[in-house]
């Protein structure tokens, strides 16, 4: 079978985003949020003119450029809002033996709940933002999802993006109450 993913973009050889490995980043398309600060803002919603890869073409790439990364990770956009996402990495992991995958999320989707309880990837970055953009729902999500992860043994880090220091401030006491301790390390990123 064949899925697609909205993904217009790979990046082969990222050092920047997880620490000490190079990654291939995939881009997806879609995120739930509309943050005004974006900096994917073309990936925010979907666009019919860019070409859709299918599992086999991305697999083919990352197989074939197997060396240059250590770490598959999914980014975006909101990667876990794509539907075939599961079955995608259910594929990597279990039938190509592609591993390790991660994710960047903003940990707001019930797919991401999913992923979790399945440990379907090895590391998850989380960055907690934009909590004027949330509905009480989403907010929910995140927070289940916040306390599944503490439980699992996937690979994590939690980050803060805000728009000035006092939301900076807000977000990681908001955050270290969720995480319910205060010694695990947040990142933060003010934009400016
Ligand atoms: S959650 Fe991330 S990708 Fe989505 S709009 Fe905000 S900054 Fe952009």
């Given at each position: 079978?064949?899925?697609?993913?909205?993904?217009?973009?790979i990046?082969?050889?990222?050092?920047v985003?997880?620490?000490?490995?190079?990654a291939?980043?995939?881009?997806?398309?879609?995120c739930?949020?509309?943050?005004?600060?974006?900096?994917?803002?073309?990936?925010?919603?979907?666009?019919?003119?860019?070409?859709?890869?299918?599992?086999?073409?991305?697999?083919k790439l990352?197989?074939?450029?197997?060396?240059?990364?250590?770490?598959?990770l999914?980014?975006?956009?909101?990667?876990t809002?794509?539907?075939?996402?599961?079955?995608?990495?259910?594929?990597?992991?279990?039938?190509?033996?592609?591993?390790?995958?991660?994710?960047?999320?903003?940990?707001?989707?019930?797919?991401?709940?999913?992923i979790?309880?399945?440990?379907?990837?090895?590391?998850?970055?989380?960055?907690?933002?934009?909590?004027?953009?949330?509905?009480?729902?989403?907010?929910?999500?995140?927070?289940?999802?916040?306390?599944l992860?503490?439980?699992?043994?996937?690979?994590?880090?939690?980050?803060?993006?805000a728009?000035?220091?006092?939301?900076?401030n807000?977000?990681?006491?908001?955050?270290?109450?969720?995480?319910n301790?205060n010694?695990?390390?947040?990142k933060?990123q003010?934009?400016k």
């Open positions: 079978m064949n899925y697609n993913l909205k993904a217009p973009y990046n082969f050889n990222s050092t985003d997880v620490k000490g490995k190079i291939a980043l995939v881009f997806l398309q879609e739930n949020l509309k943050c005004p600060y974006c900096y994917n803002k073309p990936l925010q919603q979907i666009n019919p003119h860019l070409e859709n890869f299918s599992i086999s073409k991305i697999e990352i197989t074939s450029n197997k060396g240059l990364h250590s770490i598959v999914f980014s975006g956009g909101e990667p809002l794509n539907d075939d996402l599961l079955k995608f990495i259910r594929r990597f992991k279990y039938k190509s033996k592609i591993n390790p995958i991660g994710l960047q999320t903003n940990g707001t989707t019930d797919n991401l709940t999913e979790i309880q399945e440990k379907l990837v090895e590391y998850i970055h989380l960055d907690y933002k934009a909590d004027c953009l949330l509905n009480n729902q989403q907010k929910e999500i995140r927070h289940k999802n916040i306390s992860l503490l439980q699992s043994e996937i690979e994590f880090i939690f980050s803060v993006t728009i000035n220091q006092e939301e900076a807000f977000l990681i006491k908001q955050l270290h109450g969720e995480l301790d010694n695990i390390e947040v933060t003010i934009i």
